[in-house]
């Protein structure tokens, strides 16, 4: 069974704390995805990656970066967090084929 | 640019009714696909529903169907028999064909559906 999995279901941090939020996939799937999910504004892209080492920026980078070190890794980092960053943040894999395998999603709040 | 609407931030039906959720989207692209996702409360996002714009015929998923209006730019989602566990919200999606996508998705806002007893 394909799996996705995100390493914190909740986190609350203070502003200007520098946040990690993993993900992993065990599907050997090319491409990762960020999203953060807000009520009324749908999923929006944050960063994807295609391969090993390479990032694209999706709609709403400000605020983020990104990491992939290996292909099943994939990491987004808020260097200094804000409370405008409090989301829900999904993590997301697939092939070129346009369907997404989805994590539990990452509850954020930034007080 | 493309863009994807869902008019209806909020929808409920009875149980084992059917009910129609609405989505359209905007592409100059001649080659794309759009899918329907959906969500339950506190669960992970799943593929509903899969259609590739070149097909004239609409997608079924047992009791999930699509109508496909490519003049129109329209791509609803009928769920028929609704049950309890349809409850959820419902995204619809777009992503340019093949070839430099690299299976990137545009989501709509989505619609939440409330399935009654």
């Known amino acids: 069974d394909v799996k996705v999995t995100q390493s914190s279901r909740y986190l609350v941090k203070r502003t200007g704390e520098k946040v990690f939020l993993e993900c992993v996939q065990d599907?050997?799937?090319?491409?990762m995805f960020w999203y953060r999910q807000d009520p009324g504004l749908g999923l929006r892209l944050i960063y994807f990656?295609?391969?090993?080492?390479?990032?694209e920026k999706g709609d709403i980078p400000e605020g983020y970066s990104v990491s992939r070190e290996k292909k099943e890794r994939f990491s987004l980092i808020l260097e200094s967090a804000s409370t405008n960053q409090t989301s829900m943040y999904l993590c997301?894999?697939?092939?070129?084929?346009?369907?997404?395998?989805f994590g539990e999603g990452s509850r954020l709040t930034v007080l | 640019a493309q863009t994807v609407t869902q008019s209806q931030p909020e929808m409920s039906v009875q149980e084992a009714e059917t009910v129609t959720l609405s989505c359209t989207y905007d592409?100059?692209?001649?080659?794309?696909?759009l899918f329907w996702y959906k969500q339950p409360p506190s669960r992970q996002m799943i593929l509903v529903i899969r259609?590739?714009?070149?097909?004239?015929q609409n997608a079924t998923e047992n009791r999930f169907s699509v109508n496909f209006q490519k003049a129109a730019k329209s791509f609803s989602l009928k769920i028929s028999d609704s049950q309890l566990g349809d409850t959820a919200m419902y995204f619809c999606?777009?992503?340019?064909?093949?070839?430099?996508?690299?299976?990137?998705?545009?989501f709509g806002k989505g619609t939440k559906l409330s399935v009654k007893p």
């Open positions: 999606a777009f992503m340019k064909g093949y070839g430099g996508s690299q299976g990137n998705l545009i």
């Open positions: 990656s295609y391969d090993v080492k390479m990032k």
């Open positions: 599907m050997d799937h090319e491409n």
């Open positions: 592409t100059s692209e001649s080659n794309y696909y």
């Open positions: 259609q590739e714009a070149y097909k004239q």
């Open positions: 997301a894999s697939s092939l070129n084929t346009g369907e997404l395998f």
